[in-house]
């Protein structure tokens, strides 16, 4: 437990850090750009070993692919006055996710042969395309979506935020509330450990985080109190659902963790399941 608290204040200290940095570089934020390029390319790693796509040219082009949705996302915000900078970014990132299932579905038949896991590996091509390419562009997107309407580079910022404390709050609040009083099974097939007790104490904290970031950040844009815990359940419910569906993923696979790279928690796809699916929620609510 002493490992994973004391990786968990390096990563939240590193990565403050980091984003108020990035505040001098508003609007096109290449620290930002650094670690979701950094943090997708290690995903994306251990995903395929998760779900075992071992041939060269498919692991070469979901890297790519990847890389590059993760890339449109800055695309309309760069720092120079050129035709880039009047695209939409939902066109711009839906544009290159299109493409990108066209061409791993033209790798597919290029390199079909009759054994029959054809339509698996490009089924798992086009999820890791999904799962590490799309969703995290909701995520991203919270970074810039109020600062076209406030133009303040911090108001993203505050909602970015809001976001990953909302979500790790559920996480930390359903880690300690089930070690202390957990006893009914919330998944005992999928994760033995994790349990309704557990859930109810991270829905709380998630949402009681919510109120206070809001209570004492009040640039954030809820609406309300009420808005602000609404967003924390949601957003903590969300983050709940994404940790378990990669504890699926694992267990479907015979692995514990993604990885070994962060102490205590696991893989980057370890520290990333949670806020990959509450991305989009979070952006629903600020938009």
């Not at 896991?117 to 999820?127: D, E, H, P, Q, Y």
């Given at each position: 437990?002493?490992?994973?608290?004391?990786?968990?204040?390096?990563?939240?200290?590193?990565?403050?850090?980091?984003?108020?940095?990035?505040?001098?570089?508003?609007?096109?934020?290449?620290?930002?750009?650094?670690?979701?390029?950094?943090?997708?390319?290690?995903?994306?790693?251990?995903?395929?070993?998760?779900?075992?796509?071992?041939?060269?040219?498919?692991?070469?082009?979901?890297?790519?692919?990847?890389?590059?949705?993760?890339?449109?996302?800055?695309?309309?915000?760069?720092?120079?006055?050129?035709?880039?900078?009047?695209?939409?970014?939902?066109?711009?990132?839906?544009g290159l996710f299109v493409a990108s299932?066209?061409?791993?579905?033209?790798?597919?038949?290029?390199?079909?042969?009759?054994?029959?896991?054809?339509?698996?590996?490009?089924?798992?091509?086009?999820?890791?395309?999904?799962?590490?390419?799309?969703?995290?562009?909701?995520?991203?997107?919270?970074?810039?979506?109020?600062?076209?309407?406030?133009?303040?580079?911090?108001?993203?910022?505050?909602?970015?935020?809001?976001?990953i404390t909302c979500t790790k709050c559920?996480?930390?609040?359903?880690?300690?509330?089930?070690?202390?009083?957990?006893?009914?099974?919330?998944?005992?097939?999928?994760?033995?450990?994790?349990?309704?007790?557990?859930?109810?104490?991270?829905?709380?904290?998630?949402?009681?985080?919510?109120?206070?970031?809001?209570?004492?950040?009040?640039?954030?844009?809820?609406?309300?109190?009420?808005?602000?815990?609404?967003?924390?359940?949601?957003?903590?419910?969300?983050?709940?659902?994404?940790?378990?569906?990669?504890?699926?993923?694992?267990?479907?696979?015979?692995?514990?963790?993604?990885?070994?790279?962060?102490?205590?928690?696991?893989?980057?796809?370890?520290?990333?399941?949670?806020?990959?699916?509450?991305?989009p929620i979070a952006w629903l609510f600020?938009?």
């Open positions: 437990m002493l490992t994973r608290i004391l990786m968990g204040i390096i990563l939240i200290v590193s990565l403050v850090g980091l984003m108020l940095l990035d505040l001098r570089f508003a609007p096109w934020y290449p620290l930002l750009y650094a670690i979701c390029m950094t943090g997708s390319q290690l995903a994306v790693k251990e995903l395929n070993q998760i779900l075992c796509i071992l041939e060269k040219p498919r692991r070469i082009a979901l890297h790519i692919l990847v890389g590059l949705i993760i890339t449109s996302n800055w695309l309309p915000h760069l720092p120079c006055q050129s035709m880039l900078t009047n695209l939409d970014t939902a066109r711009v990132v839906g299932i066209l061409a791993l579905m033209t790798l597919e038949l290029r390199s079909f042969q009759n054994d029959g896991t054809n339509s698996g590996r490009v089924l798992k091509a086009i999820f890791t395309v999904v799962y590490l390419g799309l969703l995290p562009s909701f995520l991203i997107q919270i970074r810039w979506i109020t600062s076209h309407i406030h133009h303040l580079p911090s108001t993203g910022l505050l909602c970015l935020g809001a976001t559920a996480d930390i609040g359903a880690y300690f509330t089930g070690r202390l009083i957990g006893k009914t099974p919330m998944a005992p097939l999928l994760s033995p450990k994790k349990t309704l007790e557990g859930l109810a104490g991270g829905l709380t904290l998630s949402t009681v985080a919510a109120c206070l970031w809001y209570r004492f950040l009040p640039e954030t844009p809820f609406c309300c109190t009420s808005g602000a815990a609404l967003f924390g359940f949601c957003v903590g419910g969300t983050g709940v659902m994404g940790d378990l569906f990669e504890s699926m993923l694992k267990r479907d696979s015979g692995i514990k963790d993604a990885s070994s790279l962060f102490p205590g928690f696991g893989g980057c796809l370890d520290v990333l399941d949670s806020l990959l699916v509450a991305g600020f938009s």
